[in-house]
């Protein structure tokens, strides 16, 4: 399936994906590792195929999508049918660690 938007990620969401993997590694059976995987795939393919589907978060233009109840993705729509992927955050930590 071709997607519709272009996904582009920061620096600062890859960083966090990171994070959360090498966490994950060591705390999470490879069975689990892989249902989140494909789950941000699923989510990231949505956004792909309409970025309005998720609902609007508290910060100005920015979307968010929930992952797993675990796991929330930030993101906005950008010029040129791009949508950027700001944050990829755990939502088990402080509120205010998020940085959007």
Known sequence: MKSGYKIEWTDN???ELKLTFEYLEEYWTEKEISRLSTEIEKTIQLISNNPKVFAKSD???IRRAVVLRLNSIYYSEK???CVEIISFYANRKNPKSRRI
Do not use: M
């Open 13 to 15: 969401a890859l960083k």
């Open 59 to 61: 910060y100005r233009g």
């Open 79 to 81: 010029e040129n049918k």
